[in-house]
């Protein structure tokens, strides 16, 4: 199982920029596809962005469509999130995802995903 550790997150005022990573181990992401979800306090986990295998499709939540950007670089087993012009309501703690091995193509559904980082915590001040 591959094993996932976000990092990058922090403070930031309305506006700003963060770019987060997620690196993992124990076996290649290159097979499968990957995603962000988020969760803020009191509410469920939400979908953020996916992206397919080999990072031909991508598909974002409409909430950060515009403002967020998936890639991944196979190379470094890491996939990233850049996250621009920041708002108070992107305050929550982000996690990586990823699918079980040969499922290709992006998701929005967190059941669809077998393996999950610990999150890193991201606040947008006003």
């Known amino acids: 199982q591959v094993q996932l550790a976000e990092s990058g997150g922090g403070l930031v005022q309305a506006g700003g920029s963060l770019r987060l990573s997620c690196a993992a181990s124990g076996r290649t992401i290159s097979d499968r596809a990957m995603a962000w979800f988020r969760q803020a306090p009191g509410k469920e986990r939400e979908f953020v962005a996916s992206i397919s295998w080999r990072g031909s499709s991508t598909f974002y939540a409409d909430s950060v469509k515009d403002r967020f950007t998936i890639s991944r670089d196979d190379a470094k087993n890491t996939v990233y999130l850049q996250m621009n012009t920041l708002k108070p309501e992107d305050t929550a703690v982000y996690y990586c995802?990823?699918?079980?091995?040969?499922?290709?193509?992006?998701?929005?559904?967190?059941?669809?995903?077998?393996?999950w980082g610990q999150g890193t915590q991201v606040t947008v001040s006003s």
């Open positions: 995802a990823a699918r079980r091995v040969y499922f290709y193509a992006i998701s929005s559904r967190p059941n669809e995903y077998g393996s």
